[in-house]
């Protein structure tokens, strides 16, 4: 059997999903035990638990006193996880109460305890959570940031539990043992491509489908960072932890980078911007017939986003910058870390199957003063550990 789980789940609508990541755990070898709160037990009730986990469940301490639960789960356990943490189960960890399973399991664990809340906004939002969030963050916890998105009834806002799969993609990188060298910092990673209309239906963009920024941004979460990404037209799920804004074009890609990159400790411009964009984009949808066989595009260039940021960038603030090229991509990074007055800058060779759209990469990354580091063909999100670990050791 796998690494030992305690799953708990709170009181509210969310714990339905709470079955999902349970799932996910079980089905790939981990021994989950499920710790619900009583208010839990009235959403999903214990059978369903004990058949998906294979393990009796209860919320009392007063069940099987003789193996004192209260303090051996938290005790053996690779792995607290609480989904859905609610406002009053984080406010009881906060204070340290311990009046069920799960409060005193969250006491005893001497191992990684990750909370994934779901509330309403007003909930999330209300000063006396913040500090129960900052007091156990403080205290080495793991809170991932809620969704923005439906929540119970009509309501709609920052609160959703965010999808069971980036939960389990989270507590995985947590229970390997993911640095938190990153936490208390804010950072902003921009990703995907940008497309730039030509009339309501076309547009000129590019291949980039956003794999490695959000990978950049799933560590940053992981480690502790309060994280941004910007996605330009990227389909993939949301990391847990991170808030989207979501953007289309370049110069909505630039409006929302700037506006996040204020207080940023780090910037990583992963997104790939058209450089290009058309003088006078169609109001109606143009046709064949109006045209004929030959179409002329007039384009005009798109602000450099990343020049920009270098150009303004505070003391303290780390700019890492991007290329990808198809040929001299050592001679192009250099020159562009220079012209962007970036700190680093990533650089990948792209076509014939690499870098856009893959799961792997491969990159050198090159600093300010001449030094280069290469990281060789793994998957994205290795690449991106890897790229952090130098930017942290800048930060220090």
Not at 192 to 197: A, L, N, S, Y
Request: charged share 20%; with cysteine; hydrophobic share 50%.
């Amino acid at each position: 059997m796998g690494p030992s789980i305690v799953l708990g789940v709170g009181g509210g609508i969310a714990a339905y999903k709470a079955c999902e990541l349970l799932r996910l755990f079980t089905e790939s070898g981990h021994d989950v035990r499920v710790a619900p709160t009583a208010a839990a037990l009235r959403f999903v009730g214990a059978p369903t638990w004990e058949a998906l986990s294979g393990h009796r469940v209860s919320e009392t301490v007063w069940q099987d006193v003789h193996e004192v639960p209260h303090v051996r789960l938290g005790q053996t356990a690779d792995l607290v996880l609480v989904a859905p943490a609610t406002a009053d189960l984080l406010a009881r960890a906060a204070h340290g109460l311990a009046d069920d399973l799960l409060t005193t399991t969250l006491l005893t664990a001497r191992c990684p305890v990750v909370f994934a809340p779901a509330m309403h906004t007003e909930m999330w939002e209300h000063p006396a959570t913040v500090a129960n969030v900052a007091t156990l963050r403080r205290r080495g916890a793991w809170v991932i940031e809620p969704d923005s998105g439906r929540l119970t009834g009509a309501d709609t806002g920052k609160g959703r539990l965010p999808d069971p799969s980036q939960i389990f993609a989270f507590a995985l990188r947590v229970l390997a043992g993911v640095k938190d060298d990153l936490r208390g910092r804010r950072v902003v990673v921009t990703a995907g491509g940008t497309r730039e209309p030509i009339d309501p239906v076309r547009y000129v963009g590019n291949r980039s489908s956003g794999k490695q920024g959000y990978a950049f941004a799933a560590e940053a979460a992981a480690r502790g960072a309060e994280v941004t990404v910007v996605s330009a037209n990227v389909s993939l799920p949301a990391p847990a932890g991170v808030a989207v804004v979501a953007v289309e074009t370049t110069g909505q890609l630039r409006s929302a980078t700037l506006a996040a990159a204020e207080g940023a400790d780090v910037i990583v411009m992963a997104a790939a911007p058209a450089d290009y964009r058309p003088a006078a984009v169609a109001v109606d949808k143009i046709k064949k017939a109006d045209v004929g066989d030959a179409l002329t595009l007039s384009l005009v260039a798109n602000p450099d986003i990343a020049a920009e940021l270098g150009a303004a960038k505070p003391p303290g603030q780390i700019l890492v910058a991007f290329a990808a090229e198809t040929r001299d991509t050592a001679r192009h990074a250099r020159a562009k870390l220079v012209a962007k007055r970036a700190d680093l800058i990533v650089a990948n060779e792209v076509g014939d199957g690499r870098g856009f759209a893959v799961d792997d990469n491969a990159v050198v990354v090159y600093d300010a003063r001449g030094a280069a580091a290469e990281i060789s063909s793994r998957p994205k999100a290795e690449v991106a550990a890897a790229v952090w670990d130098l930017i942290v050791s800048r930060m220090a």
